[in-house]
């Protein structure tokens, strides 16, 4: 646990290291997917966003990982994997789909080569086609088509720590009280332990979502630390001396670290982030939309509607219309890439350089990140990320890749406070996932989450069947309090989609509510909802059992109060 303290007194907690460096950075890439799976229909417009973030996400940033400790770059990063995104990386259902994903694109790449000859978009079809089978060959032949795999070696050789996320990314400060929110936690607890075979020490609150009284349901559950942004710490009570560059720690004892403003902007902002230069790839200008109608069909949904299909060819160029955008150059996009990579470290040294003369105290910049944005988003990210780990191990000596568990271990003083309630979205609460496009869920969720309650204290020793209905009456639930529904409503991205996900799981549970109530479990229903929504197989409706959490806190203000 370590000490604590009021403030911090570095002279006290150690002395000058020559080994030492001056600072460390801890990049996080929060690494999650609503769980989509359609057994019911041959093709699923939505299980798209899985697929998208395998090939252009998830397998490019391992490669480039495991070919760094292939060639003995040491490293240091924090992934948070979201059970559901695990759960669809072993699904083998959904790993068939992606699979044949990539083999139409295959496909379509070998007719953009033929019919292109000796023109730049042959040249970047047959870029695109030695990358995707690359991609290909990682996930199923190397890793037999389970990332986890890779996932949990990088963990095992010491180059990653994984935590784990709120079970369905279920935003804990709108859940319906303790016991909802005790089921998130501990459900995502035990999805982690089987999928990567030790707990976790560290969590990813969905959208970094905070208030007081989480932290003892995290310490519950064993949870050793998690992430808040900039203004959960600076404006906590008492005001942290360090900012945002030391965790502080609640009074059970759980750690808190918080985002450097300064590191997210040169990613993040649309004016000033790396993504936007004018080398770097188009999202929004596909051979989807470009090729002609007849010809893209056959690699379309069964609907027909053109849309994007990952294969682009030109570049930002500036702020121009998409059909002036020039053609995309890949060694230029490379060399950028490469130069941003040098900046954000040059950067960083001199940050952690002024932080440390500031406080003679080692300073830790927490750089968190969606996975997402690094490949589907911004292309280039996952070579980003290579080339900012190999110029932190090879090119400096005063930043450090750590994770938050290596500055805990290192640094176990730190000061006691009481983190401001929070999030990371816009304007720093709640308005993305409660406004009046979303607001209307709520009555329905805590509804259920007041029936989930009653019934599992209606049945505390459940067995057999019954037993079964009250785990999968839970597991709807879980899937119910999914925050992705309310933001891709509120963004309006897929509005229907989201709503009928939401209708849907109310309705299921309020039909298994119903049986479980009377005791009259039709077998067969029970048995299509867990195979259509059998995510979390270890479950336990247990968790949402009555009782406030008996937990005394670890370390008292009332001693600091002078």
Known sequence: MGCIIPWLDVQEEKGESMTEPVGYLNIVLHSHLPFVRHPEYPDFLEEDWFYEG????????????????????????????????????????????????????????EKEISGNEGSHVQKMAVYYFNELTSVKDFIYNRHHGNVIHSLRSLEDSGHLEIITCTATHGLLPLAGGIPPRRAQILTAVRSHEKNFGKKPRGIWLAECGYEEGIDKLLAEAGIEYFFVDTHGLVFGDPAPVYGVYAPVVTEYGVSVFGRDPESTKQVWSQKEGYPGDFQYREFYRDLGHDANYEYIRPYLHSD??????????????????????????????????????????????????????????????????????????????????????????????????????????????????????????????????????????????????????????????????????????????????????????????????????????LDWFKKLAEQVEWNRIDLGFLSFLEDRNGIFPEAQYSDVLAGENDMEPVFSFSEFSA
């Open 304 to 505: 027909g509607v053109k849309r994007n299909i990952g294969i682009k060819y030109h570049r930002i160029t500036g702020d121009v219309e998409l059909h002036e955008k020039q053609y995309y150059e890949v060694e230029k996009a490379t060399e950028t890439a490469a130069s941003h990579a040098g900046n954000f470290l040059f950067n960083r040294q001199a940050q952690v350089r002024w932080l440390r003369d500031k406080t003679k105290y080692p300073p830790i910049i927490v750089a968190p990140y969606d996975a997402e944005l690094y490949g589907h988003w911004w292309y280039e990210g996952p070579q980003f990320i290579e080339f900012l780990i190999r110029k932190t191990a090879c090119d400096q000596n005063e930043v450090e890749m750590i994770t938050a568990s290596d500055y805990l271990d290192r640094h176990p003083i730190r000061q006691l406070q009481k983190p401001n309630p929070s999030t990371w979205g816009a304007e720093g609460h709640h308005l993305v996932w409660l406004n009046g496009s979303n607001c209307w869920m709520y009555e329905h969720q805590h509804w259920a989450e007041k029936k989930m309650e009653e019934l599992a204290n209606r049945f505390p020793s459940a067995g057999g069947d019954l037993k079964r209905a009250l785990n999968q009456l839970l597991r709807e639930l879980l899937l119910l309090q999914a925050s992705d529904w309310a933001f891709i409503i509120s963004t309006g991205t897929d509005v229907a989609y989201a709503t009928k996900r939401f209708r849907e799981h």
């Open 54 to 109: 395998m090939v252009e996400t998830y397998a490019p940033l391992l490669m480039r990982l495991e070919k760094l400790r292939w060639e003995r770059i040491p490293f240091r990063l924090t992934i948070s994997v979201s059970s559901p995104l695990a759960g669809m990386m072993k699904d083998g259902l959904i790993r068939s789909r992606l699979l044949d994903y990539i083999n139409k694109r295959l496909e379509l790449l």
